[in-house]
C-alpha cells in the first residue's frame, strides 16, 4: 500500500497552467503504474492520464491530448500532471492513483478498479 498526497492546484485563468504533484510514500512507488482522473461536481470521476512503471508508457483521455502531460520521477516517489492551456471544463477534483500493475494497456489503465491507493484530492478551478 503507498499513501498519496496530491498538491498544486488552484484557481487559474482559462489559458494558464498548473502542475499537479503527487507525493507517494512506501518503498514499492517505482513498481507501480500511476494515473490521474478528475470529478467535476455532479459528475461520475474521469479518467484523465496514466502512466507506466518506469514512464515508458503513458495514455491520456481525448479531450486532454496535446495539453496535459503526465511524468515520474520515481527517485523522488512522485508523480506529476503538467496542465496547459487550461479551460473552464477542466475544472475538478484532481486525484491520483496507484496500481500494482506496473504496466497497463491502453485500455485498462482508465479503468478506476485496477486502481488500488487513492490520494485526497486537489482542486483545480479555471476561469473563463
Known amino acids: 500500500q503507498v499513501q498519496l498526497v496530491e498538491s498544486g492546484g488552484g484557481l487559474v485563468q482559462a489559458g494558464g497552467s498548473l502542475r499537479l504533484s503527487c507525493a507517494a510514500s512506501g518503498r514499492t512507488f517505482s513498481t507501480y503504474s500511476m494515473g490521474w482522473f478528475r470529478q467535476a461536481p455532479g459528475k461520475e470521476r474521469d479518467f484523465v492520464a496514466g502512466?507506466?512503471?518506469?514512464?515508458?508508457?503513458?495514455s491520456y483521455t481525448d479531450s486532454v491530448k496535446g495539453r496535459f502531460t503526465i511524468s515520474r520521477d520515481n527517485a523522488k516517489n512522485t508523480v506529476y500532471l503538467q496542465m496547459n492551456s487550461l479551460k473552464p471544463e477542466d475544472t475538478a477534483v484532481y486525484y491520483c492513483?496507484?496500481?500494482?500493475?506496473?504496466?497497463?494497456?491502453?485500455?485498462?489503465?482508465?479503468?478506476?478498479?485496477?486502481?488500488?491507493?487513492w490520494g485526497q484530492g486537489t482542486q483545480v478551478t479555471v476561469s473563463s
Open positions: 502512466i507506466s512503471w518506469n514512464g515508458g508508457s503513458t
Open positions: 492513483a496507484a496500481s500494482r500493475v506496473p504496466a497497463h494497456t491502453a485500455q485498462s489503465i482508465r479503468l478506476m478498479n485496477l486502481y488500488n491507493d
